[in-house]
């Protein structure tokens, strides 16, 4: 379970809603204030986050830009694309041909779904869309000075 909670500001502005777009490939996220769209920046200055996991050699976990930053000396740490495992089960023809383009393990998890293997531990797809949450919820809880507690996330065509 992630939980986010802990380091989320203490003052809580009920009726914010962060517009979060959860992409395989990058997370934006922005809020409407005073009837204007506002993308939230990153921590970098970026309107997008890439939508990478990975922990780094010393066994931290690293989100968005710190990832990608690796993904060329540490590629068996990093996981990217894993919103394309999310729902799909093992079998699937088109899991198959995505597992065969990355460099990080998978598995056949329990009930048929994709465990996603990095330092000898799995992960879902969805589990790892949820670190992605937290990360870009912190993100716009700093930005904005307060905790916001709702969220639309956009949902590809493919979900079932």
């Known amino acids: 379970m992630i939980d986010c909670d802990d380091k989320s500001p203490k003052n ?3 009726n914010v809603v962060l517009g979060i777009d959860l992409g395989t ?3 934006c996220v922005a809020v409407i204030e005073n009837g204007k769209t506002k993308v939230i920046p990153t921590s970098l200055g970026n309107n997008t986050m890439p939508s990478m996991i990975g922990w780094s050699k010393t066994n931290d976990r690293i989100i968005g830009h710190e990832a990608f930053k ?3 000396t540490n590629p068996e740490h990093i996981i990217y694309d894993s919103k394309r495992f999310i729902g799909r089960r093992w079998e699937n023809y088109d899991v198959q041909n995505a597992l065969k383009k990355v460099p990080f393990e998978a ?5 048929g779904d994709i465990r996603l293997m990095v330092n000898g531990l799995s992960y879902s797809a969805a589990e790892l869309a949820s670190m992605l949450l937290c990360q870009v919820r912190l993100n716009a809880e700093k930005f904005l000075g307060y905790s916001v507690k709702n969220a639309i996330i956009t949902v590809a065509a493919y979900f079932n």
């Open 12 to 14: 809580i502005e009920s």
């Open 70 to 72: 690796q993904q060329i």
């Open 107 to 111: 598995l056949k998890g329990f009930n």
């Open 25 to 27: 490939t990058n997370v």
